[in-house]
């Protein structure tokens, strides 16, 4: 972190996204981008000016742009420089802030974009600095891409379909590469420090194919150990990409390769990120920056300590644009794509380097007959759930939150259902789903005597069963629990996610029944999944067996059986998840948190690349694992991935390989 950084509260900063880089790795970033004293430098989103500082130490530039919509930030960078910057304390997104520039264009455009998950963009705005939110950003960055004469007419039009198609899930990340991407001049550099995320996730489609139609990448730098930042929780990646002419399509092959980087805490020293390789130089950073070079040209992975580099193409971004563009409309309004295998696209540049020469065929769980969701969201757990303490098929007591019961409460069996609602669930139940000591209340079936009563006063049916009075005194408590604050305060049937729930009687329709706030939904297959996996993994990620179809909660992925074609028997494909190459793949797709944890969505969970030829084994795998899904016995993964090498042609030098493989990105994102 710089010294320089504004000082905000936590919830400021994490509402504005400010994680301002710092300069020794700004520096970093500057000198990959080539900045030079003749170049015009802008940044976007200025922060206190870490970029700019160092596009002036490192290249010698004074042609210097900072947009800011902070204005103590903008001021802290105001008063870095003492030669005049272009300072501009404007929102980057709106029109207004580019009004003098429709025909400028910046040979680098360098920035840390705020990192605002579209949760946080999508609500009106608060505190001392008004953000835009979700729906102001994108008309905005329209605004700024149509008065854009800098663009020619079709690049524009490209641009454009972009920022009206990009996910509404996306975080502030993706409009913003947009917006800067508009505004790099032909020859020029885009240069960015982003998450680990950048195109790993769906809605970063967008980013993959400006990339490759108007850019070529250069360089990628990736934080290995997480150690540049303390307080992110993601881990972050410097990218370096060069305009260059428009391609008449983002899907066309060609031999270009960049730099894949990695570095570690052992490459730093007190002056840089990358000091300790270089501890003699006077600007390390442009020392670095001929290192990477010198791997451009080279056939081969280059190590030293602290670094490993190497030269790769981008057949697998290539690939990925062309099995998933056709499902975006954005992408079929400027792109006529083919079709592609579904799971090539998604195996992993490490892994396809080992298996390249068998060029095994590949699927996805949907090709296998199997669905992928999220678990069981209640929106308020402190109601909905409790935790097992004694009882019988009669009766249980429940521990629930101290705030509605101080001791445990007597529920009738029949109106709760067995959940795993954490990773420690698990642990305490040795692996045994059905063995959990959570506990839903499960309230389909049953309501409140005055909520029955009051229906019936409208002439409406309430086919329900008056709740037994120890459980009837839980709901009414949890009914006027504060779960705000004092100032704001909240009640539970208040909340979004259980609002939801309720139904007014209506006396127009006598015959539909109400529904109450603590009723939750039925049950879908996702809630249920006869597998599970955890959504944070802190060692190598394990699926895990639900025979019993008991409920799982959203912190974990969930897989069921599709109703419409028949699938890979449930027992086989425990076995086949369970194997080196599930586990290798899931590493390598994940996202690596700052902790170290590896983050593994269920959006990940459906592009895992598993070989298509598994069906053959299947008889093989299921009796294999048999054992794991039932009782969540042994399972000899030894014999499991003899099988699963057997059908991808993997030799035992590759099966050494992809062994070594995967304890390396172990160790590599658990380093502490």
Known sequence: ???????????????????????????????????????????????????????????????????????????????????????????????????????????????????????????????????????????????????????????????????????????????????????????????????????????????LYVLRRFFDLEYVVEDGEASWFDDALVRTTLVVARRVSARSSGLLTNSNHHVHARLSSAAADDRSPIGAL?????????????????????????????????????????????????????GRSIEAAGTQPTGAAYLPRRLRDIVSSRAPELCTLEDLGWSVGQGLRTGANRFFYGEFVEGDDRASRVVVDDELSRNPITVPSDLLRVVVRRQQDMAAAAGVAHLSPGRLFYLVEHALPE???????????????????????????????????????????????????????????????????????????????????ARVCYRHPEVLSNPRSNVIDANFSTLWRHEDKPGLPVAALLALLRSSWAVVTMELTGTVLGGGALKFEATQLRRLPLPAAVTTISAELELLGQAAYKEAGPLDREEVDRLIWSVLDVDKDGAKKIALLTEKVLRGRTPR
């Not at 929102?91 to 840390?112: G, H, L, P």
């Not at 290539?318 to 975006?328: A, I, Y």
Request: aromatic share 6%.
């Open 1 to 207: 972190m710089s010294d320089t950084m504004v000082v905000l509260s936590r919830e400021d900063r994490k509402r504005l996204g400010q994680y301002f880089t710092g300069g020794p790795l700004a520096r970093v970033l500057a000198a990959l981008a080539d900045v030079r004293a003749n170049c015009a430098v802008i940044d976007p989103m200025a922060g206190s000016g870490d970029m700019l500082e160092a596009a002036r130490r490192v290249g010698g530039a004074s042609d210097l742009t900072a947009v800011e919509i902070d204005p103590c930030a903008a001021e802290r960078c105001r008063a870095r420089f003492a030669s005049p910057v272009d300072l501009r304390v404007a929102d980057a997104f709106a029109t207004t802030t580019w009004a003098s520039d429709i025909d400028r264009a910046w040979d680098v455009v360098i920035t840390n974009p705020p990192y605002v998950r579209y949760q946080r963009s999508s609500r009106s705005a608060t505190g001392p600095v008004q953000l835009p939110n979700a729906t102001e950003i994108r008309t905005g960055l329209l605004g700024v891409i149509d008065n854009r004469r800098a663009l020619p007419s079709d690049e524009r039009a490209v641009f454009r379909s972009l920022a009206e198609g990009y996910s509404g899930l996306a975080d502030l990340a993706v409009p913003s590469w947009l917006l800067c991407a508009a505004l790099v001049a032909p020859g020029g550099r885009l240069a960015m420090l982003v998450p680990d995320t950048w195109l790993s996730r769906d809605y970063a489609l967008p980013v």
């Open 278 to 330: 270089h501890p003699r130089a006077r600007v390390p950073e442009l020392r670095f920056r001929e290192r990477l070079r010198g791997v451009a040209g080279s056939t081969e992975a280059e190590r030293w300590p602290g670094l490993s580099a190497e030269a790769v193409d981008d057949a697998q971004a290539r690939d990925r644009l062309r099995s998933q563009l056709r499902r975006t409309t954005w």
């Open 451 to 533: 909520d029955i009563a009051a229906a019936d006063v409208v002439g409406v049916a309430a086919p329900y069963v008056p709740l037994q009075p120890a459980v009837a005194d839980h709901v009414r408590r949890a009914a006027v629990l504060n779960v705000g604050s004092d100032a704001e305060p909240r009640r539970i049937p208040e909340l979004s996610a259980v609002v939801t729930n309720g139904r007014r009687a209506n006396p127009t329709k006598p015959s539909r029944a109400p529904r109450f706030w603590y009723q939750l939904p039925p049950l879908a297959p996702r809630h249920t999944g006869d597998l599970f996996i």
